[in-house]
């Protein structure tokens, strides 16, 4: 059913004539490329897509170069610095999240998911050893005697990078 007036951007149909774009009905078009629709808007990445290491993910804000649109040359040049220990830990997180939603859509690629378990083991890890040195990444975190401290200072976001504030 049609309504009256402009169409939403959501209401716009598939292209009918894959010669305009060289893409099938069915298809969108990523960079240099045609893949199968994920959704209507985004081109799904194929099995064993080219990917970016987790801190250019981050920067990026995708994991894969073929998602990589114009509107996020911006966003990095507005990323914030943060210490090397808790950007590290960020980039793991983001590329979990990133290869997560890949395997919802590709639930046999092997090597997606050997790299999301391995990305989970250096992000456990990780989250170890920064909040040893640190202090807690999150408010659940309680001491070893009991003591709630995550309103204690240091804040992740005010380590220096080397030591506390």
Same mark, same amino acid.
């Given at each position: 059913?049609?309504?009256?007036?402009?169409?939403?951007?959501e209401?716009? $149909?598939? +292209?009918v004539?894959p010669e305009?774009?060289?893409? &099938?009905?069915?298809? @969108?078009? %990523?960079?240099?490329?045609?893949?199968?629709?994920?959704?209507?808007?985004?081109a799904?990445? $194929?099995? +064993?897509?080219?990917r970016?290491?987790?801190?250019? &993910?981050?920067?990026? @804000?995708? %994991?894969?170069p073929?998602l990589?649109?114009?509107?996020h040359?911006?966003?990095?040049?507005?990323?914030?610095?943060?210490?090397?220990?808790?950007?590290?830990?960020?980039?793991?997180?983001?590329?979990?999240?990133?290869?997560?939603?890949?395997?919802?859509?590709?639930?046999?690629?092997?090597?997606?998911?050997?790299?999301?378990?391995?990305?989970?083991k250096?992000?456990?890890?990780?989250?170890?050893?920064?909040?040893?040195?640190y202090?807690?990444?999150a408010?659940?975190?309680?001491?070893?005697?009991g003591?709630?401290?995550?309103?204690?200072?240091?804040?992740?976001?005010?380590?220096?990078?080397?030591?506390?504030?």
């Amino acid at each position: 059913m049609r309504f009256a007036g402009p169409r939403a951007k959501e209401e716009s $149909t598939l +292209n009918v004539k894959p010669e305009q774009n060289g893409c &099938a009905v069915t298809e @969108g078009r %990523l960079p240099g490329t045609c893949a199968p629709m994920a959704f209507p808007f985004i081109a799904m990445q $194929t099995e +064993n897509s080219e990917r970016y290491d987790s801190s250019e &993910a981050l920067k990026s @804000g995708t %994991l894969f170069p073929g998602l990589n649109l114009p509107f996020h040359v911006e966003m990095q040049s507005r990323f914030p610095t943060v210490p090397a220990a808790l950007a590290e830990l960020m980039a793991l997180d983001f590329a979990i999240d990133e290869l997560g939603l890949y395997l919802d859509t590709h639930p046999n690629d092997s090597e997606a998911l050997e790299l999301f378990n391995s990305y989970i083991k250096l992000a456990q890890q990780g989250r170890t050893k920064y909040e040893a040195m640190y202090g807690p990444l999150a408010k659940q975190y309680v001491s070893e005697d009991g003591k709630y401290i995550w309103i204690n200072d240091p804040w992740p976001w005010e380590i220096i990078e080397g030591g506390k504030k």
